[in-house]
Nanobody, 118 residues
């Protein structure tokens, strides 16, 4: 089992910045990929960015050049630095951890709300 706890959401004006954090505990050595997804009411949960154990990153086109994902392996924490925020970035952001294995398992945090508004 892996437990994920997110922090760092809140209200920010357009053009501002926020940093999200997600700390993993439990069977953290089983984790391969960690990432961030976001969801708005009535829509599916979409990938924002993820990062592998080897440090390879992947971003949604809508956030490339504005968001940066990073991972502190010693602290078992993944971060999402969000710059130049837009109102359309408003969503609940969920941390995800995917395990190794033939059948990887996904774990989710409870989510943190990011609101971009003036």
């Amino acid at each position: 089992q892996v437990q994920l706890v997110e922090s760092g959401g809140g209200l920010v004006q357009p053009g501002g910045s926020l940093r999200l954090s997600c700390a993993a505990s439990g069977s953290r050595f089983s984790i391969n990929v960690m990432g961030w997804y976001r969801q708005t009411p009535g829509k599916q949960r979409d990938l924002v960015a993820d990062i592998t154990t080897g440090g390879s990153t992947n971003y949604a086109d809508s956030v490339k050049g504005r968001f940066t994902i990073s991972r502190d392996y010693a602290k078992n924490t993944v971060y999402l630095q969000m710059n130049s925020l837009k109102p359309e970035d408003t969503a609940v952001y969920y941390c995800n951890a995917r395990t190794y294995g033939v059948i990887p398992r996904d774990y989710w945090g409870k989510g943190t709300l990011v609101t971009v508004s003036s």
